[in-house]
């Protein structure tokens, strides 16, 4: 027989607002030392009354519009119960039947087709404290405590790990064009519990679930939906049955592990939050809230291949980061009034500059070299003033030492020999001392001259026109072929 998997996520994103859920405590606690950011509100002492943040309600609405949610006019805050020590109140704050939005959907490409995924809710919640274990004590930062957090649910819409993993990729890229969080899975910025369950295909009935949690990366959450997929197909297949679940991810064995069964699952006896009150929005603030969004990544695609004519695949390479298209788009304007083509310029910078950008470990935003230097590099190499090959050699001494490209030309030498009176004495010499690869190229193997070419770029330190180059030793040769 044969199965399919039935898959549903839910993503826990903490926002980069200034300020926690409900108190006035900085959010950005990444770094800072233990419980230094604190306050009675989010250390959860008696008496307090929180505040809702109002910029997070603003990023929970952005997200949801991106995500082609209805935005709730209504919807309120509920107390979610259980007893844990990172939770100080004794209780989360979270939106438990009445989310802020709800129904949408997100569209990953798979092998040229495109598919939607379901969203079902997204709701906003406070990140609990943070805990860490050493020897036999364990130690509590309160510093998370009451960070904003989103919490995405999709519908049962993805169907294997690499669909997981590619609505992961998309969705983070969503988040960081809204500017509404880091995203950042290694810093626990973006969390994803992928639930997995197995039936035969066709099937309209679902099958058991299992939640996975604690994955730490996209590569990650793949590896563990495929294993679940192969683990309960066999188990079904043997004319076992899969118990609903929590598991974990073994790093070592590259396994799943139970975590919790079923018979701990919490009832939550969630109930209106008592001290915040509904959260009313009205309609004019969610449509002044969807004009301030920013061109989404699928748009953007689309508008690159349109305005630049640039290849599919990088179109999709440079939208996929917002600081990435950008700099894309800073450059091509200032190299355009210059002659240099648009699909040039995302050639530079998806190979030479990703490739420099790599290996010193820097984002693009960062970059020593920035878009107006790269443009004048490029002039340079469209006007002739360097080749390409010097100007790649140009472009690694401005980003080791942030100089401009005229500088570097000037004090190293560097302009291209483009006059056919200063290279015909070199390509005559090359000539003179290739008696054998001569003779075949008058023979008639041409791709000898490649191989002449290349002795006139070494005699000229690579400062040679190789175009020109490539003229004087036809026209030298053909006159030799005549004689
Ligand atoms: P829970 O109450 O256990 O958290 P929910 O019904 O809220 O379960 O669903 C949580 C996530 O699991 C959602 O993303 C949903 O799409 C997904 N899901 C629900 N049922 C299944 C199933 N049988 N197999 C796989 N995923 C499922
Ligand atoms: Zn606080
Ligand atoms: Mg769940």
């Known amino acids: ?146 960070v904003p957090l989103l919490e995405i649910v999709t519908e049962p819409d993805i169907r294997s790990g690499e669909e997981a993993r590619q609505f992961l990729t998309k969705l983070r890229t969503i988040l960081r064009y809204l500017g509404v969080s880091t995203a950042d899975m290694e810093k626990g910025a973006m969390r994803c519990e992928p639930n997995v369950s197995v039936r035969p295909a066709g099937s309209a009935e679902m099958g058991v679930k299992i939640e996975i949690k604690n994955l730490n990366s996209f590569r990650v959450v793949k590896m563990a939906i495929e294993y679940e997929i192969e683990r309960q197909t066999a188990v079904i297949e043997a004319g076992g049955t899969i118990e609903q679940v929590t598991m974990g991810w073994n790093e070592r064995e590259n396994r799943t592990v139970l975590q919790r069964s079923k018979e701990f699952a919490e009832d939550y006896r969630y109930f209106p939050e008592p001290d915040l009150p509904p959260l009313v929005l009205a309609r004019e603030y969610v449509e002044a809230v969807r004009s301030g969004l920013p061109e989404l990544p699928d748009a953007k695609r689309a508008r690159f291949e349109d305005q630049y004519g640039l290849k599919p695949a990088d179109a999709e390479l440079l939208a996929s980061d917002a600081e990435v298209s950008d700099y894309y788009e800073d450059c091509s304007a200032a190299a355009e009034p210059h002659g240099v083509d648009a699909q040039t310029v995302c050639n530079w910078v998806v190979g030479e500059l990703f490739r420099l950008l790599n290996e010193a470990d820097t984002s693009i935003a960062e970059s020593p070299v920035g878009p107006q230097a790269l443009s004048n590099l490029l002039s340079l190499v469209k006007r002739g003033t360097i080749n390409a090959n010097t100007g790649k050699g140009v472009l690694m001494e401005m980003f080791r030492t942030g100089r401009d490209a005229e500088a570097i030309i000037a004090e190293k030498g560097l302009s291209q020999i483009s006059s056919a009176g200063a290279l015909r004495e070199v390509a005559e010499q090359v000539i003179r001392d290739n008696p054998d690869p001569v003779s075949q190229y008058l023979g008639g193997k041409d791709s000898v001259l490649g191989f002449l070419i290349g002795q006139v770029m070494r005699q000229t330190g690579g400062k040679a026109n190789p175009h020109v180059v490539r003229e004087l030793l036809r026209e030298r040769l053909s006159a030799q072929r005549d004689e």
Request: proline share 5%.
């Open 1 to 146: 027989m044969q199965y399919e998997a039935v898959i549903g996520m839910e993503v826990h994103v903490e926002l980069a607002t200034a300020s926690k859920m409900f108190c006035g405590c900085r959010a950005d606690f990444f770094g800072h030392d233990p419980n230094t950011l604190v306050c009675p509100v989010c250390m959860g002492y008696p008496g307090v009354l929180p505040v809702i943040n109002e910029q997070a309600v603003e990023y929970a609405t952005r997200v949801g519009l991106s995500l082609g949610c209805e935005i709730a006019p209504f919807s309120k805050f509920d107390r979610k119960n259980y007893t844990y020590p990172d939770l100080p109140k004794g209780y989360q704050v979270s939106q438990y039947d009445l989310p802020i939005c709800r129904d949408g959907w997100l569209e990953v490409d798979l092998d040229g087709s495109r598919k939607r995924i379901g969203i079902r809710r997204v709701h906003m919640e406070e990140d609990t404290a943070k805990e860490f274990h050493t020897g036999d004590s364990s130690l509590i930062d309160y510093n998370r405590s009451g």
